[in-house]
């Protein structure tokens, strides 16, 4: 991924109104209020937050904290207000250190009977007070911050610690009686967010323990994780740190605005994320995080739940996989870094670019998705003419790919497999063949039809839409083949063999065979063998009707004069399958006249 592009996101965040809300260390409390609503104890019940004020009176070189007035907060817009610090020394740091500001605790017992602490606040687990030498020592989270903390030099921050420090084991008693509680520190009607330069100084602290000076440069290398693979996981990085890349300060809070965005997919895929950067001379800083922010409507309100992340309307005609790319203010000129990212399982994961494309231009996005809607409104009329009465085709390139190359478990790793090799050529209008899905597709039918799910007149039509994308369609080049003459010579055969026919003398003919077909038609001579079986029976039954007949002598004209041409048993299966479930009364009809005659 281009750094440079991260690191300007970043920047369009720090100049917006407010820009703390989108640091990467503050934390909106509404969230995780949110998230313990789902959980329960172990007796069942669920968690409930209960919200508090706590004045802060100024006295010039202290602070006093008025918990005589302490008082519950009710109004919902208030709630809705309140931001903690996350506080961190790297990414990575697991501890859970409290510095300053708004406090967020929950500790309950589970069903399994363990204990679950929450929020941006610890005091047991591994940070249980542990007693050495007859001495109590602590380790609740203020104390865990203690060492960071004698290294501020912030009046604000130095006033808040000391009078948190004296009233520690009174809060502490506090929040234990509580089982979910946020307190907010009122400092004459603002927030400690809101106070003059107490944000940058922080980032100042934490600019500071994430770096390595050099010697005779103003650029420095992290030291510790931040941004994915930068720092301390970085092969090579230790001894050899001065091959990574050097940085400003400035670019390294910057990037604290930058990662949580630079590493929010646009779209899911299973466990793949799809991230999207833009960048361009023309981007102001509200149209970058109006596109970063795309699934909220304000920080302040309730988040939106996107079910699969495509941010894509059922009646928009936008495919799902270019929605977030083109459905935004920005110009065609704007150009995105595309990044395939694998997601981490749990939030405190590390994600990991698979692939990554640059500078793709929107432009380009825009007539490579108008080839593809256009593709998909023949084929939906195609659909449409075979079944008329039916509703709702709506052929999106992620779903057709699932559909062809979804699998019964859970993380569908042939289909993510090959999104990951097709989408980025889809992308960049490379995607000129694809080999796989024909195989893919047959192999689908077959496994349905042994399944009794006979759906290959609904899928066919995923595959033609997938066909139809590719630059390189060769379905037209698969039908003029003799292999699927051959195949749709077979079908027709075979059809007196259908399921769904009221007088199919064999009913497992269907699930044995015709699911199977592959094996039974691997090569030439082994279909040729396939086909003198089939007429055995069709003989046997009594049902080698005219235009079935003419079917296997077509059939045998075709072998004979099979010439130079190389057997491709996925044509035969397609031709077979195309023949077998097409309706043959229009031919029935036909035949049944002209006897008449």
Not at 71 to 91: Q, W
Not at 478 to 495: H, V
Not at 551 to 562: G, H, L, Q, R, S
Request: hydrophobic share 35%.
């Amino acid at each position: 991924m281009s750094l440079d592009t991260v690191i300007k996101i970043g920047q369009f965040y720090r100049k917006t109104k407010k820009a703390w809300k989108y640091h990467d260390q503050i934390n909106w409390a509404i969230n995780d209020v949110k998230a313990l609503e789902k959980k329960k104890d172990k007796e069942g019940n669920t968690i409930t937050t209960t919200f508090y004020e706590v004045n802060v009176v100024d006295d010039g070189d202290r602070f006093s904290f008025d918990f005589d007035s302490m008082s519950r907060i009710i109004d919902e817009d208030k709630i809705k207000s309140i931001y903690y610090l996350n506080f961190k020394t790297s990414k990575k740091d697991s501890s859970k250190r409290y510095l300053l500001g708004d406090l967020v605790y929950s500790c309950y017992e589970d069903k399994k009977g363990m204990l679950v602490e929450g929020g941006n606040y610890r005091m047991y687990g591994t940070w249980a007070d542990k007693e050495k030498n007859g001495i109590v020592e602590k380790k609740s989270s203020f104390w865990l911050s203690e060492d960071a903390a004698s290294r501020m030099d912030n009046p604000f921050i130095q006033k808040f610690r000391s009078e948190f420090r004296r009233k520690a084991e009174y809060i502490e008693q506090f929040l234990k009686n509580q089982t979910s509680v946020v307190l907010h520190f009122n400092f004459e009607g603002k927030s400690w967010q809101d106070m003059d330069g107490i944000v940058d100084n922080i980032d100042v602290i934490l600019t500071e323990s994430l770096v390595k000076r050099l010697p005779d440069t103003d650029k420095v290398m992290l030291d510790k994780y931040l941004y994915k693979t930068l720092g301390g996981v970085t092969p090579g990085f230790g001894e050899t740190g001065y091959k990574n890349r050097l940085f400003t300060r400035d670019d390294i809070i910057s990037l604290m605005y930058a990662g949580n965005a630079a590493e929010k997919p646009l779209m899911r895929i299973g466990g793949i994320g799809i991230i999207a950067l833009p960048h361009s001379e023309q981007l102001t800083s509200d149209m970058v995080v109006c596109f970063f922010e795309r699934d909220k409507n304000t920080l302040e309100q309730e988040d939106k739940q996107e079910a699969d992340m495509t941010f894509v309307d059922e009646e928009d005609s936008c495919d799902s996989s270019f929605g977030g790319l083109l459905r935004n203010d920005f110009d065609d000129s704007v150009k995105f870094d595309i990044i395939f990212t694998n997601v981490p399982a749990s939030p405190a994961g590390v994600f990991s670019d698979l692939i990554e494309f640059s500078d793709v231009q929107k432009s380009l996005l825009r007539r490579v998705h108008k080839r593809i809607v256009e593709c998909r409104l023949e084929v939906e009329e195609m659909a449409y003419a075979e079944f008329p009465n039916a509703k709702g085709f709506k052929y999106h390139i992620r779903n057709s790919f699932q559909n062809l190359l979804g699998d019964v478990t859970k993380d569908k790793k042939k289909f993510q497999s090959h999104i990951l090799k097709a989408l980025p050529q889809i992308y960049t209008d490379t995607y000129y063949e694809d080999p796989i899905l024909l195989p893919a597709f047959l192999e689908k039918v077959e496994y349905n039809i042994r399944n009794d799910n006979t759906n290959f007149n609904l899928l066919k039509y995923d595959f033609y839409f997938l066909m139809k994308i590719q630059k390189k369609n060769t379905l037209m080049t698969i039908k003029d083949s003799k292999s699927y003459a051959l195949g749709k010579q077979l079908g027709i055969m075979a059809q007196q063999f259908a399921s769904w026919k009221k007088d199919c003398p064999i009913k497992s003919f269907e699930k044995s065979y015709v699911g199977n077909l592959s094996r039974r038609t691997a090569s030439l001579d082994e279909l040729v063998k396939f086909a003198a079986f089939l007429n055995e029976k069709l003989v046997m039954h009594g049902l080698t009707k005219k235009w079935v007949k003419e079917a296997y002598m077509e059939f045998a004209d075709i072998v004979k004069d099979f010439g130079g041409e190389k057997y491709s048993k996925y044509n035969c299966s397609l031709g077979f399958f195309e023949s077998y479930y097409d309706s043959r009364k229009p031919i029935e009809e036909k035949e049944e006249i002209t006897d008449a005659n």
